[in-house]
């Protein structure tokens, strides 16, 4: 059987009591190319907003901005342009 058939394994929280993760707390982060590791952009999941970042500081900056705001804005790109 192929990795592709497999069923995909329950996760361990899952099974050892733990609560389910909150989708509040979800963030997509996109990761550049490049000589700089920690380039991007990151998205809340749940509001839609989005930024850009060019270090780990801009990152958790942006992360915790919306989870202390409670994510109650408009979806829209915190630092400027929006990609294509």
């Given at each position: 059987?192929?990795?592709?058939?497999?069923?995909?394994?329950?996760?361990?929280?899952?099974?050892?009591?733990?609560?389910?993760?909150?989708?509040?707390?979800?963030?997509?982060?996109?990761?550049?190319e490049?000589?700089?590791?920690?380039?991007?952009?990151?998205?809340?999941?749940?509001?839609?907003?989005?930024?850009?970042?060019?270090?780990?500081?801009?990152?958790?900056?942006f992360?915790?901005?919306?989870?202390?705001?409670?994510?109650?804005?408009?979806?829209?790109?915190?630092?400027?342009?929006?990609?294509?």
């Amino acid at each position: 059987m192929s990795a592709k058939q497999q069923p995909l394994a329950s996760h361990p929280a899952a099974t050892q009591g733990e609560p389910p993760l909150s989708p509040q707390l979800a963030f997509v982060v996109q990761f550049r190319e490049g000589p700089a590791p920690w380039t991007g952009r990151v998205e809340h999941v749940t509001s839609g907003r989005a930024a850009r970042f060019r270090s780990v500081e801009e990152l958790w900056a942006f992360m915790t901005r919306v989870v202390g705001e409670g994510a109650e804005q408009s979806p829209e790109e915190e630092s400027g342009d929006r990609e294509s």
